[in-house]
């Protein structure tokens, strides 16, 4: 709280406040009646309620202040966590959303959602709760003494909202204790001196009592005591504070302070400016290796290769640093998942797999859109009504998997449904249609399934709210290609289709193969490459104008990176082929020669480049030459299609 | 009036020949040739990149803009480093020079509109031409040439078709 801007600081609390409330509803909504899920989203909600009090988020601590209210009822068990109870309280936390983020919110939105939620509770509090909620507790007497940081009033903290909280709890005698307070010489005025004890009578249980310090607990000293029938004269001066720390704080609190001790926050910016650092001290040590190689200085060479292997574990912590794991981003899914349930009447179980899975946070980031649309796909149009899953014998609960799992430099993501499948009539009559395939020409699946990557191809009859636009899929597919993945589908008529994303683990720096094509050196990223094999003699004269090559019992198209590229000179006598994929598709690149692996510092190219799609970036070299990548996606794409011509050329 | 009271530092060079200039505030480095990398594919105008200070710049050749023809590196060969404003991102472009000459102030009354006929170049990629002694002092628009990539037509390489 010190130093920054508070109101920034406050919208950060709030935003993972509001994230675990969220998660406690979702999960809450699979298992009813579960108290410390129930406990955990009233503190959730109990913390916003105070925080933006605290810094002047007045609507929002009033609107939370409801929400809270409701709540409680759940927690004492005066009424039920239903799914409408949910829903209201998932709907308003929206609109908290709102608030804390400054955001236009309009009154009558929040009395509209105060008044389904009040329904909510009213509705789930009709049936008698069970006898568990024994009537009326009966009254305990407290004595509660606390002491606040002298800073506290400084940071926000106001001692009269606490006393006013603890004030609703129960009957209050409040007695304020100055012996703290310096002589008037040697008084700071924004300090605070007092501290207070409190006798309460009242029927809530003493983690009530806790709660009201909430968000003080770290910092302050707090003891609370059942008031003894002697009445014994409490001696505040002799309380020793640390006793009363051991006592107090909630495990909630210290669960959360221990967690907060553990990690940073840092500004994506920051770190994006390390990784710039540090690739370019893996440009600069490869420089220094090769001047070294080149010596016969020993002690050079014994440091080069000290640096490279420093370098190198700069290089692996940094990437460490940079992933997080994609459980965050599958959190978000889960409410996406809730909403549309509701939207479209489904029942919808979400299953999600490998949410530890870790990903670079830019790559994170730029997935959320097209996966949000891809669930959006499954749920709209992949599963069926419940009664059409009944009349086919299916379970009517249809079911959406998110899974993600790591392979090799990629993680790959699947999307899978248990529903209809993928209509193939109904996709060949659109590409008809739209004229993207000769009637009654001869297509394999793979490439039927392909037109739904086409730009503005929908096959859904009726135009939702949801989906069925047509504009998506082919985003979708850009977005990955971009980040240098590849995206793939399977589906099986009513049993559902499923949909690959395969992605590079980072965006930053990449492990390349360094080959050169005339005089210039490009790199091929090593994650695609299958093998390299010599282009013989016989291959090579057989191969002119066919340019296949037979790779144990495979056909496999080549393309001539002398002839893409121009070079105009004659090739090498012995030139060499390396064979890439992505996925099932593969290609051979011929290259004059392979120079060996190189690690490959990803730059962008500018904005004179972008629309030479054959290479996705460049890199600088050990020597200060500049080598161009290759566009995986893009050549082999090429590769297919000319495979295809020649196919159909016979 | 006021136009003519208006004045440029610039920095000149000669490409084929002709004097050129370029606005001194744009200008970042003067280099001596480096090693470039052609991009395939890509237009003539920005046929290369250079690594300069572990940065990949863009190579522009100011030469086919203006249809001269391409001499010999010599010793004199420079590259002129400028940074600008490539739709809405500054970006470091490196200019080919034949032989950069000096920083100097182009005075309003030196320079006039370039003439709609009778110029051998492209009206709209020249900004301004000055007279000095007997030379012409060329101030190219360098946002007109960047935005149609130097009058090339959209010259990517597509892949070789076979019949």
């Not at chain 1, 009957?171 to 005025?189: I, K």
């Not at chain 1, 004269?233 to 909630?250: D, F, I, S």
């Not at chain 1, 390390?274 to 220094?288: P, W």
């Not at chain 1, 990176?561 to 006598?573: A, I, K, V, W, Y």
Request: net charge negative; aromatic share 4%; with cysteine.
């Amino acid at each position: 709280m010190i130093g920054g801007d508070p109101t920034a600081t406050f919208r950060l609390e709030a935003q993972d406040l509001l994230v675990q409330i969220e998660e406690g509803l979702l999960d809450l909504s699979r298992r009813p009646g579960d108290r410390s899920l129930i406990d955990a989203v009233f503190r959730g909600l109990h913390t916003l309620k105070g925080s933006g009090a605290m810094f002047g988020f007045d609507a929002l601590a009033a609107f939370t202040h409801h929400c809270e209210s409701a709540f409680d009822k759940v927690r004492k068990g005066q009424a039920e966590a239903s799914a409408d109870l949910i829903a209201a309280v998932l709907a308003a936390q929206d609109h908290m959303r709102a608030l804390a983020e400054g955001r236009e919110a309009s009154d009558a939105v929040g009395q509209a959602l105060l008044e389904r939620l009040h329904q909510a509770v009213e509705g789930g509090g009709g049936e008698p709760a069970e006898p568990a909620a024994p009537a009326a507790p009966a009254k305990s007497a407290w004595i509660v003494r606390f002491r606040l940081p002298p800073s506290a009033l400084v940071n926000g903290a106001r001692p009269l909202a606490l006393l006013d909280e603890l004030r609703e709890l129960g009957e209050c005698t409040v007695t304020a204790l100055t012996d703290g307070v310096p002589p008037l010489a040697d008084l700071v005025p924004t300090e605070c001196h007092l501290a207070w004890e409190v006798r309460l009578k009242t029927e809530q249980p003493r983690s009530a009592i806790e709660d009201v310090f909430i968000f003080l607990i770290d910092d302050m000293t707090l003891s609370i005591e059942p008031e003894l029938q002697a009445d014994a004269q409490p001696q505040l001066a002799a309380e020793p504070a640390v006793e009363a720390k051991a006592e107090a704080p909630p495990p909630l609190a210290e669960a959360k302070a221990a967690r907060v001790a553990e990690t940073v926050r840092v500004p994506a910016e920051r770190l994006d400016e390390l990784m710039d650092r540090v690739g370019e001290l893996v440009i600069a040590q490869s420089r220094l290796k090769q001047i070294a190689t080149a010596s016969t200085e020993l002690n050079l060479r014994a440091v080069s290769e000290e640096i490279e292997r420093l370098a190198a574990e700069l290089r692996d912590t940094m990437l460490v640093v940079r992933m997080v794991p994609i459980s965050q981003m599958f959190g978000r899914f889960r409410r996406l998942i809730h909403d549309l349930g509701r939207e479209t009447g489904k029942a919808i179980e979400f299953v999600t797999e490998g949410e530890s899975t870790e990903l670079d946070k830019t790559v994170i980031e730029r997935l959320a859109d097209p996966l949000v649309h891809l669930i959006r796909n499954a749920a709209d149009h992949g599963l069926e009504a419940p009664e059409d899953r009944v009349a086919a014998g299916k379970p009517e609960t249809g079911r959406i998997t998110l899974a993600a799992r790591q392979a090799g430099g990629d993680v790959i993501i699947t999307i899978s449904d248990d529903g209809r499948g993928v209509n193939r009539a109904r996709v060949r009559a659109k590409a008809e249609e739209a004229g993207l395939v000769a009637p009654g020409a001869t297509l394999t699946d793979a490439d039927l399934l392909q037109f739904i990557f086409h730009p503005g191809f929908s096959t859904a009859k009726a135009i939702t709210s949801l989906s069925g636009r047509g504009v998506g899929m082919d985003v979708v597919k850009r977005t990955i290609e971009s980040l240098r993945g590849s995206i793939e589908m399977t589906s099986e008529a009513d049993r559902g289709s499923q949909i690959a994303l395969r992605i590079p683990l980072t965006l930053a720096i990449i492990d390349g193969l360094l080959v050169r094509v005339a005089g210039d050196r490009y790199v091929i990223p090593l994650a695609a490459v299958e093998e390299c094999v010599e282009l013989s003699v016989e291959q090579d004269l057989r191969s002119t104008g066919r340019s296949l090559l037979t790779l144990r019992d495979r056909l496999v198209p080549f393309i001539r990176l002398r002839e893409l590229f121009n070079t105009g000179t004659p090739p090498d006598p012995h030139q060499k082929v390396v064979v890439v994929s992505t996925g099932a598709e593969r290609v051979g690149l011929v290259v004059d020669q392979i120079l060996g692996d190189h690690q490959t510092v990803i730059k962008s190219l500018s904005a004179f480049h972008a629309d030479v799609e054959t290479f996705s970036g460049a890199t600088i070299l050990g020597d200060g030459g500049v080598a161009l990548i290759l566009d995986m996606a893009h050549l082999v794409a090429a590769g297919q299609h000319r495979d295809a011509q020649m196919r159909a050329a016979g | 009036m006021s136009q003519s009271m208006q004045s440029w530092q610039v920095l000149t060079f000669d490409l084929d020949g002709e004097t050129f200039a370029l606005e001194a505030g744009l200008v970042r480095e003067v280099l001596d040739i480096a090693p470039e990398t052609a991009v395939p594919g890509a237009a003539p105008f920005v046929g290369a990149v250079i690594n300069f200070r572990g940065r990949i710049i863009p190579l522009a050749d100011l030469r086919l803009a203006f249809g001269l023809s391409r001499g010999e590196t010599t010793l004199n060969s420079r590259i002129v480093v400028i940074e600008y404003d490539l739709g809405g991102e500054p970006t470091l472009i490196g200019v080919r020079a034949d032989k950069v000459h000096e920083v100097t102030v182009i005075e309003g009354a030196e320079a006039e509109e370039p003439p709609r006929v009778g110029l051998r170049w492209r009206s709209d990629f020249v900004r301004r031409l000055a007279r000095r002694g007997g030379d012409l002092i060329v101030l190219p628009d360098l946002e007109q040439i960047f935005t149609t990539r130097g009058g090339a037509s959209g010259a990517v390489v597509p892949l070789p078709q076979t019949a």
